[in-house]
Antibody, heavy 122, light 106 residues
Framework: QVQLQESGPGLVRPSETLSLTCTVS????????WTWIRQPPGKGLECIGY???????NYNPSLKSRVTISVDTSKNQFSLRLTSVTAADTAVYYC????????????????WGQGTLVTVSS | SYELTQSPSVSVSPGQTASIICSGH??????ACWYQQKPGQSPVLVIY???KRPSGIPERFSGSNSGNTATLTISATQAMDEADYYC?????????FGGGTKLTVL
């Protein structure tokens, strides 16, 4: 059973950089696409971007200038960096797996982490 | 940019059928999937590729997608089905979520 676990600071100061890591267990990070999704308190889901184990990325156009997603296959982890954060970036951040092996288009997200709340505040 | 629209809320009596609708331009030309999210929990995939159920999802969950509308149908709704439901589709290389529908079972 694939499991995902987010880790990182729960509090980030405005204008600083949010950094989170997702550790994948119970399966290899290889051959799949992986994604970061966030959910502001009381609001809906927003896909931040996704990455293939080989390093190919695609980002939400609204966040593209501030986002970097990277992968470390040796650690079975992938990471999120979001720069110049504001209060609007306060959200529960989820990592998830894209279902299709080697593909992403039209594929759903089948395994999710438990989510981690990141608050942007001074 | 592509948008998916959902009604904010739907109510259903226990044992009855609930229908949750997701609308988008030519959505029927894409695959739609649905997630269930209960308070304080991560979303769970309940329908993918319009009408397929992942392992472990009860048969009372079904889906359809045609024209501009995808529908999640929950038959014989139970109290445990009370949750937020999100539709999702891909538009080119972009992931799009609907705004979510809160299903109340009363």
């Amino acid at each position: 059973q694939v499991q995902l676990q987010e880790s990182g600071p729960g509090l980030v100061r405005p204008s600083e950089t949010l950094s989170l890591t997702c550790t994948v267990s119970g399966g290899s990070i290889s051959s799949y696409y992986w994604t970061w999704i966030r959910q502001p308190p009381g609001k809906g889901l927003e896909c931040i971007g996704y990455i293939y184990h080989g390093g190919t990325t695609n980002y939400n156009p609204s966040l593209k200038s501030r986002v970097t997603i990277s992968v470390d296959t040796s650690k079975n982890q992938f990471s999120l960096r979001l720069t110049s954060v504001t209060a609007a970036d306060t959200a529960v951040y989820y990592c998830a797996r894209v279902r299709g092996s080697g593909s992403y288009y039209n594929e759903p997200f089948d395994y999710w982490g438990q989510g981690t709340l990141v608050t942007v505040s001074s | 940019s592509y948008e998916l629209t959902q009604s904010p809320s739907v109510s259903v009596s226990p044992g009855q059928t609930a229908s949750i609708i997701c609308s988008g331009h030519k959505l029927g030309d894409k695959y739609a999937c649905w997630y269930q999210q209960k308070p304080g929990q991560s979303p769970v995939l309940v329908i993918y590729e319009d009408n397929k159920r992942p392992s472990g999802i009860p048969e009372r969950f079904s889906g359809s997608n045609s024209g501009n509308t995808a529908t999640l149908t929950i038959s014989a709704t139970q109290a445990m089905d009370e949750a937020d439901y999100y539709c999702q589709a891909w538009d080119s290389s972009t992931v799009v979520f609907g705004g979510g529908t809160k299903l109340t079972v009363l």
